[in-house]
């Protein structure tokens, strides 16, 4: 009896065994959970700290050592160039895209910023492209040529979550359009002219501190601007926080 019951246990279990052979075609396995990969967060703030120049669409972008949205002394790219001289940032965001190899991500407001108004950008990136992580911010004073002000390339590499930095930018000059500061050649609401506009009639054609605008109040006669366009540095306050 005892000799039965052993052998009715051994074919039970060699016949559960085949049950479970890997091997059945009729088999149905779960495939393994995969985890989505680590992400970091920055939220990406502006204000306007000018008395009346409107600031374009914020372009933010999230990059290496390697990528730069411009130097001073060197000409402009052609998407700075429309960014400058018309507020639209696509074809900047288009050339950082591009560039793959150093550019994670981009990102842009969703509306012109008026003086003393505000808008919030946010990044997500890997965690595994935090060690060379730098972030960029640009956008144009849309009551002038050309004028535009950007933080360029700060290091948030280092940066734990609740870490926060702040930044004041200065403007900068395109070096892309005489700074006429008449309507036409003007986009913002101070003037309501063409913006931008592939040609370079700046003889210059290189980008540099901005000297200011002029306008009719001192003197500039041609000029559509008034003495509330004028603005002193600094122009905008950036502030970056790691939230993720």
Same mark, same amino acid.
């Given at each position: 009896?005892? =000799? ?75 998407? !700075? ?29 969703? +509306? ?6 505000? #808008?919030?950008?946010? !990044? ?16 144009? !004073?849309?009551?002038? =040529?050309?004028?535009?002000?950007? !933080? ?9 979550? +609740?870490?926060?930095?702040?930044? =004041? ?11 006429? #500061? ?5 986009? +913002?609401?101070?003037?309501?002219? #063409? ?50």
């Amino acid at each position: 009896m005892k =000799n039965t019951i052993r052998l009715l246990t051994t074919i039970t279990l060699a016949m559960a065994l085949q049950a479970c052979d890997s091997s059945d075609p009729n088999l149905v396995t779960a495939p393994p959970i995969q985890q989505p990969p680590a992400t970091a967060r920055f939220d990406v703030t502006a204000v306007n700290l000018t008395n009346a120049q409107p600031l374009s669409p914020i372009t933010v972008i999230a990059h290496t050592d390697m990528y730069s949205l411009f130097a001073v002394g060197v000409a402009a790219t052609a998407g !700075l160039e429309e960014m400058a001289e018309g507020g639209d940032n696509s074809a900047l965001i288009a050339e950082a895209i591009a560039d793959a190899t150093n550019v994670f991500t981009t990102g842009s407001g969703a +509306g012109a910023i008026g003086p003393a108004g505000t #808008e919030t950008v946010s !990044l997500i990136v890997l965690e595994s492209e935090l060690a060379s992580l730098q972030v960029s911010v640009a956008t144009m !004073l849309v009551n002038t =040529n050309d004028a535009f002000t950007a !933080l360029n390339g700060f290091d948030v590499s280092s940066m734990a979550i +609740g870490d926060s930095v702040t930044f =004041n930018t200065i403007a900068y000059d395109a070096g892309t359009e005489d700074d006429t #500061e008449a309507a036409a050649d003007v986009p +913002g609401p101070a003037g309501g002219g #063409e913006g931008f506009n592939a040609a370079r009639s700046d003889a210059a054609d290189r980008v540099s501190m901005h000297g200011g605008v002029v306008t009719q109040d001192d003197g500039f006669a041609t000029s559509d601007l008034t003495e509330q366009h004028r603005f002193d540095n600094p122009v905008m306050r950036i502030r970056i926080e790691r939230t993720l």
